[in-house]
């Protein structure tokens, strides 16, 4: 206490130091705080369930053939070095059987993403972000209580059971103000009554994908009963549900899965053959699939495992921008060490050890480091809107809390500890080794002074370098961001409103689907301002695709065809209004409807594809998949335009009349004049002059739709942007006062020299030489440095290579530019030193 006390006198003394030094280290703990507390909510966390341990979340591998004969909501991936895929989809009868036969899990449960739901609640519309449909015992085996009412049963599960429903807290306190009332209370859910039953605990946000939180969970058994036109789901060839279970005591995963390893092959191929005999194609026995039980604590992986490399890419950045801070703390503890010489060597003196002496300064720098790390916390809790307003998922919505809990607190505190030893060990050992006979002799401090030099020195071409890192890192995501909005899309992207519908979830029937879509196209063309409106199934560029097994009649597929096309359903004008030309043949008019035969536009890579030269109009396409035996005719041919995503080239891509494929979910594309704020409430008012119930979904501009597309590149963009100029400035701040400390040191030096006739001009090239000397030793190493852990970054670049020249000039530049800015005064400083003055003193 009495080191502490002494600190803080010390530290009150020279408020200047004090308060860069804890700004620092504020910005670099705080940053650190905030992008771990992205990392601990997505990567770290376990459920906040009882016993996350003891749960496991199944999952299939599968070659070739298994997805082949497969049909379904399907999430995975495949393994680009064995050629397997990776699914948590499984069937409904799958988890019947599950449930019924495991004798290794006392709970089996399943659960379902429930999307664009109509919610009606006292008659105002509104849509739930995400919902979930589960199994009875979903929150019983996951071990999550009600903190209001009551959580789902089995009994929900009964064909007569009345519709029930459990909310979230978070829909809970936003929808209806934290109301008990809210328990029994009716609301319409796809115009079913359904009735609110209880409430989930603060903090629980279900098993689905990280970011995922469903506000309103219904029953899985009743799911015709909500949505109706989803039939194929009730079928054993059709997978979209997850299964996961609870351990019984004693029991693994691995006998979990083994377990129940015969009951999934034999499922999986009753449901195979029932599928492959809907198109009379030959069964398929995929038995290159098997069943596996991953680690369910954190429910749903597929999105934490997507952006782990990108998280820890993003700590690794802003771990440099804390070392910066803590290098330049390290050289102003270098200099306030040199003016308090006098002092330490009365302490000395006086019979203090050396040990004593590097104490009293460590507890100086641990009162600094906590300072920052407090000040930092609340930075990072400040920072918790702005880091999500930057879509760190993308295009996907997220819901994270970022939580400062115990483990954040705790490497916060950790973080600081760490700092304060690095930044003040160097500084306390150099101003602890004091010759007191020069001292109190008042001797010369050349050799001490010198040796205090070159550390000071080393550390600031460590901060140069960590900034430069940060600079070209930057540079090249900036540069990236620029290839991508110059990419040509194939049609016309500008000027574009987008929103979709969901006339299913809003009660319409089949019948009426095309009906709607119409009536809304024409009333949308008559706000002024629209040139054009049309519609598709898929919405242009926005990260979603439709696909189909297809084969052409008469054709052998080519060795480079693709399992499965891009499909789309699309308004008769959409190639006009899209401005997306037609090449070879026409496109669709409103006589392709469902009264004429199937018909169909491919674009140019198909043609290329499955015809070569040949004139593809006129040519037969056969659908091969669960449910649709169809044929189509080409009628045209347009021109390639991405189809997901802007990185992509365009995909082999084949369009269908909207008319003639009717679905209830639609996107609606509003070309407009000239730009008009006032057309996105235009757009609302149109859509209730239809229908008050039916809610516009999603509404956005495409470019906003592009943006979000984008938003990791530019998630880096602007966060190592910021940590760059930040790491600059840090570096500046180091760069000036190490230069202020040497023009102070060689006072009596610049004297003589100016007093031997070196002019004002030599004094300060001399000093920019110096500055100059240690930028570009700073700069070469951060090249090294960058080009190194270029690899790093090179999949996440587009349009140039992870060590372009361009950009790894430009960052070298703007560091010595501002270099020596922050160099010249000093320099100037020292060539006003007054001859008479320096040998004085």
């Not at 009964?158 to 807290?169: F, L, T």
């Not at 398929?284 to 604590?297: N, V, W, Y």
């Not at 891009?566 to 409807?593: K, S, Y």
Request: hydrophobic residues 50%.
């Amino acid at each position: 206490m009495t080191d502490v006390r002494l600190a803080l006198r010390q530290l009150r003394k020279t408020p200047g130091f004090t308060l860069v030094a804890v700004l620092s280290l504020a910005l670099g703990i705080g940053a650190n705080t905030a992008i771990f507390s992205l990392v601990n909510d997505v990567l770290l966390r376990s459920l906040p369930v009882r016993n996350p341990g003891e749960l496991v979340l199944f999952r299939l591998t599968e070659g070739v053939r298994g997805r082949l004969s497969r049909a379904g909501e399907n999430t995975g991936s495949v393994d680009p070095r064995t050629g397997r895929g990776s699914s948590t989809s499984f069937s409904l009868l799958m988890f019947e059987r599950f449930r019924a036969s495991s004798a290794a899990l006392s709970e089996v449960f399943a659960f379902a993403s429930f999307s664009q739901v109509n919610i009606l609640i006292d008659g105002q519309p509104e849509v739930a972000p995400t919902a979930q449909l589960v199994s009875g015992n979903y929150h019983a085996g996951l071990g999550v209580p009600a903190i209001l009412g009551r959580t789902l049963t089995v009994e929900d599960e009964r064909p007569s059971a009345p519709e029930v429903a459990v909310i979230s807290h978070r829909y809970w306190a936003r929808r209806f103000g934290r109301d008990p009332a809210v328990i029994g209370k009716v609301i319409q859910i796809n115009r079913i009554a359904t009735t609110i039953v209880g409430v989930t605990p603060p903090g629980f946000a279900g098993a689905m994908q990280a970011g995922e939180s469903p506000d309103v969970s219904v029953p899985l058994a009743h799911h015709l009963h909500f949505q109706p036109e989803r039939a194929a789901r009730s079928q054993p060839w059709y997978w979209w549900i997850r299964i996961m279970g609870r351990l019984a005591p004693g029991a693994t995963a691995a006998q979990a899965s083994a377990s129940l390893e015969p009951l999934f092959q034999q499922t999986a191929r009753e449901g195979w053959l029932a599928g492959t005999s809907l198109d009379n194609a030959p069964a398929q026995m995929p038995d290159d699939s098997l069943l596996a039980a991953d680690s369910g604590a954190q429910g749903e992986n597929d999105r934490r495992r997507q952006y782990a490399g990108s998280l820890r890419l993003l700590m690794g950045l802003v771990s440099l921008v804390l070392a910066a801070a803590c290098a330049n703390v390290a050289n102003l503890l270098l200099a306030r060490g040199a003016g308090r010489r006098r002092e330490i060597a009365v302490r000395l003196a006086l019979g203090a050890s050396r040990g004593r002496i590097v104490r009293q300064l460590l507890a100086e720098s641990l009162l600094l480091a906590s300072a920052g790390a407090a000040l930092g916390i609340v930075l990072a809790w400040l920072s918790r809107d702005l880091l999500l307003a930057l879509r760190p998922f993308g295009n996907a919505p997220v819901v994270l809390d970022l939580p400062l809990d115990a483990r954040v607190l705790g490497v916060t505190i950790a973080t600081a500890a760490a700092t304060a030893l690095f930044f003040g060990l160097a500084p306390a050992l150099r101003a602890s080794r004091v010759d007191l006979t020069a001292e109190f002799q008042g001797g010369t401090r050349a050799p001490v002074g010198a040796a205090r030099s070159r550390l000071g020195q080393g550390l600031m071409v460590a901060q140069i370098a960590l900034s430069l890192v940060l600079l070209v890192t930057a540079g090249l995501f900036v540069r990236t961001l620029g290839n991508l909005s110059d990419i040509d899309a194939g049609f016309n992207r500008r000027g574009l409103v987008l929103f979709a519908i969901d006339a299913t979830s809003a009660g319409y029937p089949r019948s009426r689907f095309v009906g709607l879509q119409t009536r809304l196209q024409d009333r949308l063309a008559r706000i002024p301002g629209v040139r054009a409106v049309t519609f598709s199934s898929v919405a242009p560029l926005s990260g979603t695709r439709q696909n189909k097994r297809i084969a052409v009649l008469g054709h052998a597929p080519p060795p480079d065809a693709p399992l499965a096309v891009n499909t789309n359903g699309l308004a008769p004008n959409f190639f006009a209004a899209m401005e997306l030309p037609i090449v070879a043949g026409r496109g669709f008019d409103p006589r392709d409807d469902g009264s004429r035969p199937k018909v169909a536009v491919v674009n140019r890579t198909f043609a290329r594809r499955y015809f070569g030269d040949e004139d593809p109009v006129g040519r037969q396409i056969v659908f091969n998949a669960p449910g649709d035996n169809s044929r189509a005719e080409v009628i045209g041919v347009a021109a390639d335009a991405k189809y997901s995503v802007l990185r992509d080239t365009a995909p082999p891509t084949v369009y269908l009349s909207a008319l003639q494929q009717v679905d209830g979910n639609a996107t609606f594309a509003v070309r407009l004049a000239s730009p008009d704020a006032g057309v996105l409430a235009a757009i609302r008012a149109a859509v209730r002059d239809i229908d008050p119930s039916l809610p516009v979904l999603n509404l956005r501009t495409q470019d906003e739709q592009i943006d979000r597309l984008h938003a990791q590149e530019r998630l880096f963009a602007r966060l190592s942007g910021f940590f760059g100029l930040l790491a600059l400035a840090l570096a500046c701040v180091g760069l000036y006062g190490l230069m202020s400390y040497a023009v102070l040191r060689r006072t009596p030096e610049i004297g003589l020299r100016m007093a031997l006739g070196a002019r004002r001009g030599q004094v300060i090239r001399m000093i920019l030489r110096e500055s100059l000397t240690l930028v570009g030793v700073g700069a070469a190493a951060g090249m090294a440095t960058a080009a190194a852990a270029s690899r790093l970054v090179a999949t996440m670049l587009f349009g140039l290579s992870a060590t372009d020249p361009l950009t790894y000039g430009a960052s070298a530049s703007l560091l010595v530019v501002v270099a020596l800015l922050a160099s010249l005064l000093p320099a100037l400083r020292a060539s006003r030193v007054d001859p008479m003055v320096a040998f004085r003193s």
